[in-house]
């Protein structure tokens, strides 16, 4: 019982600390740097924001996009890039086909245009590779990687290279906004306000620790090459560039349009394979020198994240001990609640879309459960490093 009691509070608090605690930890470490950084402001009348560049000084500006069976996106991807508004002589374009079985490489042979390049691998590797195919092709030293159905605002890369004028910044990470189904805009939705609520409070401490696939742009000197089973790509280059000694930021006010997965289903597919990326990393990131604030996010925001599915199973089977005590029975109720919510959720998802917040426990627990999965595929070495639009 002693045992149980022990396993139940340390689950209880980890698990309050990660949904609840660190937010309001980091909320007040937030407010805190905001007020010194507006008296350092009225004090000393330094602009806290990175100044406009005319357009002798934007830098030279290679934009990657890889692309596996993007037949559906493609056209509306090139109209997108050539509305960028950056100067032609400065900007290069690498397209580069992993293997694709659809029209995608039909429709980048047909193109002709002197700033767009194509690159078809004959083999799908994976987007790792495509990475470091299109990286070699690069010719200039900044690099502005984006997905193929995601779609540029027109000052979005004048707004990532801004940053480079400061030597020390690495990584230029956007925001994305995402066009989203009945369905998602009720699950996903929600919880991506709460992750863009706590990705913007990080960056204002210097904690920024991954970027978006779909929106970012590197130093080419902080660029290292991915290996072939590397997943979350997001989350690794950002980590190599913190390794040498680059920082990395986050630009609320580069933008992006995304598409999200319709549903619930095809956003637990994903997360499936963000969780086998995730633990094969892991190692990496423990080795990775993070400093100060850094570290208390990386462990806070992530790790926590990734170990959640085992704490709340502990919790549920160290609780079904305890219910000789009346709190421990209130706890257990809880916790049932939650899942019969969940449930309901899933059960009634298409009734249950007009009702703000009633697919959000359904989420939760489906995104913990992919983690599950994605953890077991890694041990069991069953996921590739290949990737594929969720549609």
Not at 102 to 130: F, M, Q, Y
Not at 177 to 194: K, M, P
Request: hydrophobic share 50%.
């Amino acid at each position: 019982m002693r045992i149980a009691e022990y396993i139940f509070w340390v689950c209880l608090f980890f698990i309050a600390y990660t949904y609840v605690f660190y937010p309001i930890v980091l909320f007040i470490a937030y407010v805190l740097s905001q007020v010194r950084r507006d008296l350092q402001y009225l004090t000393g009348r330094r602009n806290r924001r990175a100044s406009t560049l005319t357009l002798e000084q934007l830098p030279t500006v290679t934009v990657i996009v890889p692309a596996y069976n993007e037949q559906a996106s493609l056209p509306n991807k090139i109209l997108n890039l050539h509305e960028i508004d950056y100067p032609a002589e400065k900007l290069q374009v690498v397209l580069v086909s992993d293997g694709s079985t659809d029209r995608t490489n039909e429709i980048l042979s047909s193109l002709r245009d002197p700033t767009i390049e194509v690159v078809l691998l004959p083999k799908r590797k994976g987007k790792s590779e495509a990475l470091n195919v299109a990286a070699s092709q690069a010719r200039h030293d900044i690099l502005v990687f984006s997905d193929a159905s995601t779609l540029f605002a027109p000052d979005a890369v004048k707004n990532l290279t801004r940053h480079f004028s400061n030597p020390k910044v690495g990584i230029v990470c956007g925001a994305l906004e995402f066009e989203r189904t009945a369905e998602s805009t009720q699950t996903e939705g929600v919880y991506w306000r709460y992750e863009s609520m706590l990705r913007l409070m990080e960056a204002r401490l210097g904690a920024t620790l991954t970027a978006s696939g779909a929106l970012f742009a590197l130093r080419r000197s902080a660029f290292r090459p991915l290996a072939p089973e590397t997943i979350i790509e997001d989350f690794v280059i950002p980590m190599n560039a913190r390794n040498l000694g680059y920082a990395v930021v986050y630009d609320p006010e580069t933008r992006a349009i995304e598409f999200a997965a319709s549903s619930v289903a095809g956003e637990f597919t994903r997360r499936v394979r963000l969780a086998v990326g995730s633990f094969r990393a892991l190692k990496g990131f423990l080795t990775t020198g993070l400093d100060g604030f850094t570290c208390i996010a990386f462990v806070s925001h992530k790790l926590l994240r990734w170990v959640l599915p085992f704490l709340l199973i502990a919790l549920l089977v160290s609780n079904a001990f305890l219910l000789d005590k009346s709190l421990y029975r209130a706890v257990f109720l809880g916790q049932m609640l939650i899942f019969l919510w969940a449930c309901m959720g899933f059960v009634f998802r298409n009734r249950m879309r007009r009702v703000r917040y009633a697919l959000v426990g359904y989420f939760l627990l489906a995104m913990n459960l992919a983690f599950l999965v994605g953890f077991f595929r890694f041990l069991f070495g069953r996921e590739e490093g290949f990737w594929q639009r969720v549609n």
